[in-house]
């Protein structure tokens, strides 16, 4: 038995960096040699990760009596670039449109030693992961941010706002934003909102598969949204993802009637209370509404924006206290109400109370299509007196933005109401067909 | 020769990610089509397997039904690691004397020929170090894996393979062993021992397809090949030896070329469309219309030695060919084989004279509507003559029905496997092992030993009953008190021979309660022992039931008082014989009286019915 304290030797491996080829010897004599990759966060105690010479990655559990050798003298470097040096797209005339990059899943590759995720940032290296970019025509990348999109805050909706109306000034002819998904619907209602005069499409784009993957959506989400940022029929702000679980045909969302509405399915994204505006079928762009046509431009941004809103999802049980608590400091809430817009009527004391104090207090409905209704049942009666806005068949999330967005415009409570249920982006049905949306 | 093998067996524990059923299913229900991409490794070259693969631009459809869920749809993350599956898989380690690894990572393997959704095979290595020991020899046990089956292929079409969900996801157990097999027999031998301890775990699936096999062979100055996906643990010898043979063939056919100083030049291909315009029939019908091009390279010193030379089974026209629909082309004509195909021997000489080519010189040509599509083919084609410069170029080969292999596509590289993020690793903790070794389940040989013991049936039998994978049915059925000797008999001839006289028929497989009821008829008397063959065969032939069965087989109302009717007939009929020849005259009676009595008696029965009545006719005489 080794006089050696019990964590020297895990404290020397665990040390080792990444890369270096090792021997470890049990007591029995037994062997274990791999290269050490990095420790997963979910490994057990003292146990070493080892890339084997098969390629397996396997966990050893690292006793006080084991014994290790370094089978090499530097550490091997476990990846090499060799990628082209980088090179912009050509200069020149001609039509091109513009990839902003904002992180996420679409914007991400696994590492493939470590399976770490890494973000993708120079614009060679997109291109060479996405050689299908520039089938149509010249894009140019514009990074933006580098975040997953639950990290984006409603600050950054107007930094990218900015951005879509530089880069439309600078030429381009449509506009495609990479973007994580879990926030993609809620950053395409507020693009929609903050941005004006737009003199081509602007497309928000994501995967739901990263792109290290063989069976990634990223890369033909990708270019249906290229195809679509090139149509010169669209000058508005669009979502262009899968429509079904083929990798053939895709749908195009108006960017305030796009929800996503499922956590892992390529086709999660759905416009609701109607059919999307078009598809993509192939290479080709079909649209089967009317769609705003782009103008002249220059495209704007209409800000500002305030933050101090709020968004509330009634449940029962939900307690007044913690409801008014919730709109302390809000300029502005908006409830996801059950049914046709209602909540308990033991939450009208708190309304009525920030309604006095200039709180503008907005309803939706949780059921995620249809409208909103208050005069149906007496609470919505209630509601409407204590001086709630029904907002239609808006998403919570889409009011939410648009709330943001009416609060950076006016200090009048008044004033922001109209903004609110005034049509800004083609964002109310004002009709609902017998056809199931879903 | 050295042959090492990897036996991938499913498992019967649901699928191993998702729950599943791990059950085949002709029911579909939704389909969808996808396409897949050779993803770009991190700063390194894309996989060259993988690369070929994805070069051939396919779209790939996919069936899904009950057997599938959005797990196998690449729609939803994978679920934890099905336990049971890892408690088979270790259960083997153990019994294999292999070390269990500390914290299992799983691993997703890049596989872009569409058979798994995702991209990747989902692959842990479980123990290494194992050791198998068959007939006095050792034999090492590199690896157990435990991983995910790939998707069924059910349909292919140009530009198009259509694959069902049902089979992606049914956990397999990976077994390697070390390249120290030294014959074909050998490799069945190590097979079926694999395949007996694999079911000695009592949770594999049954059936064919459950249990695949790749053989990685190498022969002396030749390269590894690996013939993958054997199905048939008894056609492994035929699949080594034709690999040998080949491996031979290529290297005596390297020094022809040789000799001839043959070579592959890297001219690009001519368009000879023209020549072709007036073919009436046959592949290059339609030349110069639709954009159907014909292209053609030259292969000095080939003439000859692309068709069979000595008549040898295997051909490198058809290797150069297989290359060339590696490309999604039918196929490619080689001068060896012309005239053919409607291409007249003026078009030859033409094709000659444009090419300048010499006597020795061979030609090879293809025909498509996509130009690039036909010289990606003839390329492909060249490179596999450039191969046959050198030997045996090291690949992956399907195992053809005839007992031959195809070329399907390189040996894949080594790097290509990466974690499967959406699974954390999973600890193998010593009380984990410490229960599993407590619950082993019994080892072949020690099975074997305890059915002789307990049912006193000789080796033999015992052998057929644990190797044929019949144990458990021969425990059931011996359980509820029919005599071991008549269900070994069933299970290892009555059975077989039903099978094997309805090839091309759905294997029938009778439920434990109509084996059951069949042996309770026997036992009863209501048929013989020799019946039972024609009892499962009318089974296996659509009767309802048992009862069923032996009315159609015509084995009722066949009594004892019968049964000595025809016999004193048949005696009566023969007096003279028999009181000629006496006992002698037993043997051809028999046969006329089994041949009526069809089945419907015991043998035992007729023949001391017969000796009897012979014996009174005797009497008679003398008396």
Redesign the interface.
């Known amino acids: 038995m080794s006089d050696t304290p019990a964590s020297d030797v895990w404290k020397e491996l665990s040390a080792l960096p990444t890369g270096r080829h090792v021997e470890i010897t049990d007591p029995d004599g ?1 062997r274990w040699s791999g290269t050490v990759v990095p420790r ?5 105690d003292r ?1 070493l ?1 080892l890339k ?1 010479e ?8 690292i006793e006080p009596t084991f014994r290790y050798r370094l089978l090499d003298s530097a550490p091997t470097p476990v ?5 082209a040096p980088p090179t912009a797209s050509p200069p020149g005339a001609g039509a091109w449109i513009a990839l902003l990059t904002t992180g996420g899943t679409i914007a991400s ?9 890494r973000p993708v940032k120079e614009e060679r290296e997109i291109l ?2 996405f050689p299908e970019l520039e089938a149509s025509g010249r894009v140019r990348i514009v990074p933006v941010f580098d975040r997953l999109s639950e990290d984006l805050v409603p600050d950054d909706w107007r930094v990218l706002a900015e951005k879509v109306a530089a880069t439309f000034a600078a030429g381009a002819r449509g506009i495609v934003v990479a973007h994580g998904t879990d926030t993609l619907g809620f950053t395409a209602a507020a693009l929609s909102f903050l941005l004006v005069d737009l003199p081509g499409p602007v497309v928000l784009v994501g995967a ?2 990263s ?6 959506d990223g ?2 989400n990708l270019r249906a949204a290229v195809e679509v940022a090139h149509d010169s029929r669209i000058g508005e702000v669009v979502v262009v993802m899968h429509a ?5 045909r895709f749908a195009i969302h108006r960017g305030t009637w796009v929800r996503k509405m499922h956590s ?3 086709d999660a994204f759905r416009s609701r209370n109607g059919p999307p505006l078009g598809t993509v079928d192939g290479n080709k762009v079909e649209l089967h509404l009317p769609v705003r046509a782009p103008v002249a431009g220059p495209a704007r941004v209409d800000g500002p924006i305030d933050t101090r809103a709020g968004l509330l999802w009634f449940y029962p049980g939900l307690t007044p206290e913690r409801a008014a608590r919730f709109a302390e400091g809000c300029r502005g809430v908006v409830l996801a109400g059950t049914g046709l817009g209602h909540v308990g009527a033991d939450q009208l004391g708190w309304i009525r109370a920030a309604t006095a104090r200039g709180v503008v207090v907005a309803m939706t409905t949780q059921c995620l299509e249809g409208n909103v209704e208050p005069y149906v049942y007496s609470t919505g009666r209630e509601l409407l007196r204590a001086g709630v806005v029904y907002l239609g068949d808006l998403l919570p999330e889409t009011a939410y933005a648009k709330m943001v967005w009416a609060l950076g415009h006016s200090s009048d409570p008044e004033e922001v109401a109209k903004l609110l249920t005034r049509d800004r982006a083609g964002e109310f049905h004002k009709r609902h067909g017998p056809r199931d949306p879903s | 020769m050295k042959a090492g093998l990897e036996v991938h067996q499913q498992l019967a524990v649901g699928k191993l990610f998702c729950q599943c059923p791990a059950e085949l299913t002709e029911e579909v229900s939704d389909a969808f089509t996808r396409s897949l991409r050779a993803a770009g490794g991190e700063n390194r070259s894309v996989d060259v397997a993988a690369a070929l693969q994805a070069s051939r631009g396919l779209v790939y459809r996919y069936e899904a039904g009950p057997s599938s869920c959005l797990v196998e749809m690449d729609e939803e993350p994978p679920h934890p690691l099905n336990e049971a599956a890892l408690d088979t898989a270790l259960t083997l380690a153990l019994m294999l004397h292999a070390r269990p690894v500390d914290e299992i990572e799983v691993m997703r393997k890049i596989v872009v020929d569409g058979s798994n959704t995702s991209g990747f095979q989902r692959t842990a290595l479980v123990a290494v170090d194992g050791v198998l020991e068959v007939s006095g020899r050792r034999y090492s046990i590199p690896t157990i894996c435990l991983e995910e089956d790939a998707a069924r292929k059910v349909r292919e079409s140009p530009g198009e393979v259509t694959y069902r969900l049902d089979r992606l996801g049914i956990p397999l157990v990976e077994i390697a062993t070390g390249p120290e097999i030294t014959s074909g027999a050998e490799a069945r031998e190590v097979a079926e021992e694999i395949g007996a301890l694999l079911r000695a775990t009592r949770h594999v699936r049954r059936g064919i397809g459950t249990i695949r096999e790749d053989v990685n062979v190498s022969t002396e100055g030749g390269h590894r090949v690996e013939v993958k996906g054997v199905q048939e643990l008894r056609r492994i010898q035929e699949y080594v030896e034709g690999e040998v043979a080949r491996q031979k063939f290529l290297l005596e056919l390297r020094d022809a070329l040789l000799r001839r100083h043959a070579r592959v030049p890297s001219d690009p291909p001519r368009d000879v469309t023209d020549l072709f315009r007036e073919v009436p029939s046959g592949p290059f019908a339609g030349a110069g219309r639709g954009g159907q091009v014909v292209l053609v390279v030259a292969l000095p010193g080939f003439a000859g030695l692309l068709r069979s030379p000595g008549g040898h089974e295997e051909r490198l026209g058809r290797e150069l060919a297989d290359h060339a629909r590696s490309a999604g082309l039918r196929g490619l004509v080689h001068s060896d084989e012309l005239p053919a195909y409607g291409v007249t021997e003026t078009i030859v000489s033409e094709v000659r004279a444009r090419l300048s080519l010499a006597e020795d010189d061979a030609f090879v040509m293809v025909t498509d509507r996509s130009v690039e599509r036909a010289s990606v083919a003839l390329r492909r084609a060249l490179d596999r003559a450039r191969a046959a410069l050198e030997g045996v170029p090291g690949e992956t080969r399907d195992p053809l029905p005839d007992g031959r292999t195809r070329f399907s596509r390189p040996l894949p590289g080594r790097d290509r496997m990466y974690p499967e993020t959406d699974i954390p690793p999973i600890p193998i903790t010593a009380e984990r092992l410490r229960r599993l070794r407590a619950e082993l389940p019994e080892r072949p040989e020690e099975l074997e030993a305890r059915l002789a013991r307990s049912h006193g049936l000789p080796g033999e039998v015992v052998r057929q009953l644990v190797y044929g994978d019949l144990v458990g049915r021969f425990e059931s059925l011996a359980a509820k008190g029919h005599p071991a000797g008549l269900v070994a008999r069933l299970l290892t001839q009555d059975l077989p021979s039903v099978l094997s006289g309805r090839e091309g028929v759905p294997a029938f497989e009778p439920a434990l309660e109509v084996l059951d009821a069949v042996l309770g008829a026997a036992e009863a008397g209501r048929i013989a022992k020799e019946g039972v063959p024609t009892v499962l065969g009318a089974l296996a032939a659509g009767a309802p039931n048992v009862e069923a069965a032996i009315e159609r087989a015509g084995l009722t109302g066949f009594s004892r008082d019968d049964l000595v009717a025809l016999v004193r007939r048949v005696v009566e009929a023969n007096a003279e014989m028999v009181r000629a020849r006496g006992e002698a005259a037993f043997s051809p009676l028999m046969g006329d009286v089994m041949r009526e009595v069809r089945g419907r008696r015991d043998g035992r029965e007729v023949s001391e019915t017969l000796h009897a009545e012979i014996a009174r006719v005797r009497s008679q005489a003398t008396g």
């Open positions: 037994r997963h966060d979910f490994s057990g146990v990760q084997l098969s390629g397996y990655n396997i966990g050893v559990r990846a090499s670039p060799s990628r590759r696994v590492d493939y030693e470590t399976g770490g995720v060479d992961f739901q598969r792109p290290d993957r063989p069976s990634s890369a033909s079904g679980p083929s990798d053939d892992s399915r390529r």
